[in-house]
């Protein structure tokens, strides 16, 4: 990605960087050398993460897979970053939202309340990363359950009723359109959501060479993206 705006004037309208903009230290980075408007960091999650290992990404002519993961430092490493997050944002006139991804509805409410009660206002719930597991156990993606994602709405509903804030929802792709239609619903009802993110990676893509699946996660998956989703 060329972020030089002299040779890429596109760049000059809002643009959101997310995925690889974990630290302050990034975020600097990426406000200082183009005119981006807005960044999304993280995402992060209650505990520490390192990721997957072995071969956590794959380019294709037409696509692309990746099996990262979410390396981050948990909520404690967070919460010791925020305010230089917000130092950046005041310093720069910029936005920076905080993106979280909680394993179940009690830590999405945690790290939100977490994140309002250190002065953020601006957070991005990731109800979408393909790519966790817990042993050979994939966690749990929130975008195909329309209950737990109601829940996690009542539920910042619940803690965090009288701050005044603006949550954002990254929701995976959806192949059959009655989800779409679902997980709308659920997240359009709720005042406090002002934007929805399409999209994630699709989950749970495979690919084999020399007979053996490439990458090293449990069922060897996946997240696909590029040419091949559309």
Not at 8 to 28: E, H, Q, R, W
Not at 56 to 74: E, H
Not at 84 to 104: D, H, M, Q, R
Request: include cysteine.
């Amino acid at each position: 990605l060329d972020l030089d705006t002299n040779s890429n004037p596109s760049l000059k309208m809002p643009f959101v960087a997310a995925g690889y903009c974990k630290t302050p230290k990034d975020a600097i980075r990426l406000f200082g050398i183009s005119d981006l408007r807005r960044i999304d960091v993280g995402s992060y999650t209650l505990p520490t993460l390192s990721g997957n290992t072995g071969t956590t990404f794959l380019p294709g002519r037409t696509f692309a897979l990746n099996a990262v993961g979410l390396t981050n430092p948990g909520l404690d490493g967070l919460l010791q970053m925020v305010p230089a997050y917000l130092e950046i944002e005041l310093g720069f006139g910029k936005e920076i939202w905080i993106s979280v991804a909680g394993y179940s509805v009690e830590e999405f409410v945690k790290l939100v309340l977490a994140l309002i009660r250190a002065g953020v206002r601006k957070i991005q719930l990731n109800f979408g990363c393909p790519n966790s597991y817990a042993g050979n156990e994939q966690k749990p993606i929130f975008s195909f359950d329309p209950e737990a994602m109601a829940a996690v709405m009542r539920g910042i509903r619940a803690a965090c009723m009288e701050f005044q804030i603006q949550i954002s929802v990254k929701l995976s792709p959806y192949s059959n359109p009655v989800e779409l239609q679902r997980a709308i619903f659920v997240l359009g009802i709720n005042p406090f959501v002002v934007e929805i993110v399409c999209c994630n990676t699709f989950p749970n893509g495979w690919w084999m060479e020399a007979g053996k699946p490439v990458f090293s996660t449990p069922g060897g998956y996946a997240g696909i993206s590029g040419e091949v989703m559309f």
